[in-house]
């Protein structure tokens, strides 16, 4: 159950979901925008400042979040704290920082509401399917037994500041979580330089605070997933203070002679997710956008008790 591989393949994320649209703003408004690159993917950064310097400073202070969050949570650098959490599995405890420990947190209540749609152990699926590591061939009905089996019997132990995976079968993988949670992150980095209209776009998960001058919001397209390359839209929403997030099974895939298989997995079936073709969710935070958007994809449905916990009221 990953939605795009956070680190790792260029162009695997979902930047034809989401397309912003400038606002107009005052005269006395410092209008600043910066694309960029950071955990793996395009990154837009657009803010209101009280002048295009403190704009820069601020977009670039925002990047630099991102990737420092990257750093630690990645699959693709083996001297990630996910890396060695992952090597240690079945092994030894492992005391882990404030990032580590916030996204364990959160990733297993994400499991426990979504009654197990949502799991960052999916990792052996994401391996065992090629997405981690090509392969020349679909995987066997063996192989996907035994991912599946490693993923249902993972269990991650979170006492304080010290982590530990009893199985050495168990691997996590944040893909579902970690963009999000960097967002959330990075705009907590604006809101301490006193920026009050912001808004960060991480290849289809995005997140506002406030809204541009004289708007109600920020105008965001959501793409139609059968013509994601053609433009056309099929909802317009603007997001204040709140996050969205789309998964979709048909931007990172792989292909197997006549099988083409997408990257957001179904734990209990250990195949791709198929209950929807894409699924879109505003929340209060980028981290429960990310990771609702997903089990939504999964198990084509969402809870009321869910959603009156983290969704914003329309």
Avoid at 131 to 155: D, G, I, K, M, S
Avoid at 253 to 281: C, E, K, N
Wanted: aromatic letters at 6%.
């Amino acid at each position: 159950m990953n939605r795009r591989e956070f680190v790792g393949t260029l162009g695997a994320g979902l930047g034809a979901v989401f397309v912003p649209r400038l606002p107009r703003w005052r005269a006395d408004d410092v209008f600043v925008e910066r694309w960029s690159w950071a955990m793996g993917q395009p990154v837009h950064a657009m803010v209101f400042a009280g002048s295009a310097q403190e704009g820069l400073d601020a977009c670039g202070a925002a990047l630099a979040e991102l990737r420092r969050v990257e750093s630690r949570l990645t699959l693709f650098d083996a001297a990630s704290d996910l890396c060695e959490l992952n090597r240690r599995a079945g092994r030894s405890r492992m005391r882990v920082d404030g990032d580590l420990r916030a996204v364990l947190e959160q990733a297993g209540q994400f499991k426990r509401v979504t009654a197990g749609a949502f799991d960052v152990a999916v990792e052996p699926l994401m391996r065992v399917w090629g997405f981690h590591r090509p392969r020349a061939t679909a995987p066997t009905a063996t192989e996907l037994a035994e991912a599946r089996a490693a993923v249902a019997a993972a269990v991650v132990e979170l006492d304080r500041d010290v982590a530990r995976l009893p199985s050495a079968h168990t691997q996590l993988d944040f893909g579902a979580i970690g963009v999000g949670y960097g967002i959330d992150r990075a705009l907590e980095v604006l809101r301490a330089r006193g920026l009050r209209r912001a808004f960060i776009d991480v290849s289809g998960d995005m997140a506002a605070i406030g809204a541009p001058p004289g708007e109600p919001g920020w105008l965001v397209e959501i793409a139609d997933p059968r013509r994601a390359r053609g433009g056309r839209a099929v909802a317009v929403t603007r997001l204040r203070d709140a996050a969205l997030a789309t998964a979709a099974n048909s931007e990172s895939i792989v292909r197997y002679g006549s099988l083409v298989a997408g990257h957001v997995m179904d734990p209990a079936t250990g195949w791709p997710a198929h209950a929807l073709r894409q699924a879109s969710v505003v929340t209060r935070t980028a981290v429960a956008a990310d990771a609702l958007s997903t089990a939504m994809l999964v198990s084509g449905r969402a809870s009321v008790e869910v959603m009156r916990s983290y969704v914003v009221p329309g």
